[in-house]
């Protein structure tokens, strides 16, 4: 009775954020859940005391408020609640690489080469593009990164496709955010603003911007997988094996689908 009580605190447990609530609901396959959280109980709690793990991620950016999404639904359907706090880029790194934090929700491959204390999840779950955004009027075309060379940059501080896609470079100029970045181009003083193709649009949208435009296509295409501090290192089978799950049964591809609708609504 008390691991019936359990589950059904695990299931039934509410969300602060209303999104996470939206998404989780639609996506939702109880007998799976169930499934899998009487596999992994033992591994994910401790007597009748749930355990809450605490990630973070990068504030203002559009993948990362997909990711929040879906991956409170990953974890859900192995039983394990988590709260996600979104922070400026290298705080959420060092959060997660020291331990405050249990992990970051979403990074590139490369974030695990720098962050030797966490673990990458292997299997990754998402993805986005690194597109260079430009006036209108200008006669710039990127299609090459060695083509950012000849420009000022605008890029979002701590993020690390922009970090490694101009590494090297030195007219750049760092920013809290996307709006911030365009706001900087607009002004004349840069040339180029760097964001993930979705992020850029859905600001340009929101901003009410005719006058910037991205590229015809992206300079890099990047998967994104979850990082977990090493003191939880029991969670990445878990995690990897339930994304494999919802990947060969197409649940992953429909969560990302509503999560990205919400989100995108949410930000017009």
């Known amino acids: 009775m008390r691991l019936l009580l359990s589950l059904c605190c695990i299931f039934l447990g ?71 706090s979104p922070l ?29 204390n966490t673990i990458r999840v292997p299997t990754p779950y998402y993805y986005l593009e690194t597109m260079p955004f430009v006036l209108k009027k200008s006669d710039i075309l990127i299609e090459q990164q060695q083509d950012l060379a000849k420009y000022r940059l605008t890029k979002i501080r701590g993020v690390k496709h922009t970090n490694n896609i101009t590494k090297g470079l030195s007219d750049i100029y760092e920013m809290s955010s996307t709006e911030e970045m365009f706001k900087l181009l607009l002004s004349g003083k840069i040339d180029v603003a760097l964001t993930n193709t979705l992020d850029g649009n859905l600001a340009l949208k929101r901003l009410g911007l005719s006058n910037i435009i991205p590229m015809n296509k992206p300079l890099t295409r990047l998967t994104l997988y979850h990082y ?3 003191s939880n290192k029991e969670l990445v089978p878990l995690v990897d094996q339930e994304i494999k799950r919802m990947k060969n049964n197409g649940e ?17």
């Open 228 to 230: 977990i501090h090493k």
């Open 88 to 116: 400026p880029g290298k705080r959420a790194q060092s959060s997660a690489n020291s331990g405050t934090k249990d992990g970051e929700i979403m990074r590139i491959w490369t974030y695990g080469e720098e962050n030797l």
């Open 14 to 84: 509410g969300y602060n954020n209303t999104v996470f609530a939206l998404s989780v609901d639609h996506a939702l396959n109880s007998n799976v859940q169930l499934q899998n959280a009487l596999i992994n109980q033992a591994v994910i709690t401790s007597g009748e005391n749930r355990i809450d793990y605490h990630f973070a991620s990068i504030e203002l950016l559009i993948e990362q408020e997909v990711g929040r999404i879906v991956l409170t639904q990953i974890y859900k359907n192995i039983g394990v609640n988590i709260t996600i």
């Open 252 to 268: 992953l591809a429909t969560l990302i689908q509503q999560a990205e609708k919400i989100v995108i609504e949410l930000n017009q």
